[in-house]
């Protein structure tokens, strides 16, 4: 009896349909000819000094050559960003081959490195300076109002008194 129970609630979970305002974790935000980026929007998130933590992929229509020779046509990053203006800390970085085989991961940097490290100007209209600008427009319309901004009085202007007219002479 448990069994059975247990199967039909294990195909009940499998046949119901997902959430009408659920999204899928990875969204694409840009593509051109060469390029298609997609951001996790399940890992998004805010840093206390304002910047995102976002995870990217980056896949590219023809192979890239590295320096060691190897080909790799995704780049998966984990990086730090800055939205106004556009800036960006990369902190990781992972390079997938055209099977989809690691060539090679950069490692994460550490929090105190992290700390050292400059943010990257973007070259304006690049491909990744239009890349991390869609990035932000996805992350500053998911951002929701903060509830003390809502709460907070609104204050009136002090109301203007008309001057006062002074007789002189009589």
């Known amino acids: 009896m448990i069994r059975l129970l247990s199967l039909v609630l294990f195909a009940g979970l499998i046949s119901a349909p997902a959430p009408v305002g659920a999204q899928k974790p990875w969204r694409t935000v840009y593509n051109d000819s060469d390029l298609t980026v997609l951001l996790d929007t399940a890992t998004a998130s805010r840093r206390p000094d304002g910047s995102w933590t976002t995870v990217t992929s980056w896949d590219y229509s023809r192979p890239r050559i590295l320096e060691n020779k190897k080909s790799y046509t995704r780049l998966v990053e ?14 990781r970085s992972t390079l997938y081959g055209p099977n989809n085989a690691m060539v090679r991961d950069e490692g994460e940097v550490s929090d105190d490195d992290q700390s050292h490290m400059v943010w990257d100007k973007l070259r304006t209209g690049s491909s990744n300076s239009r890349a991390f600008d ?34 002189t002479g009589e």
């Open 134 to 167: 869609a990035v932000c427009g996805v992350l500053t319309k998911k951002t929701p109002v903060r509830a003390a901004a809502v709460k907070a009085p609104v204050k009136k202007a002090p109301v203007k008194k008309a001057p006062v007219k002074r007789r």
């Open 78 to 91: 984990k990086a730090h960003l800055r939205c106004t203006p556009s800036r960006v800390k990369r902190v």
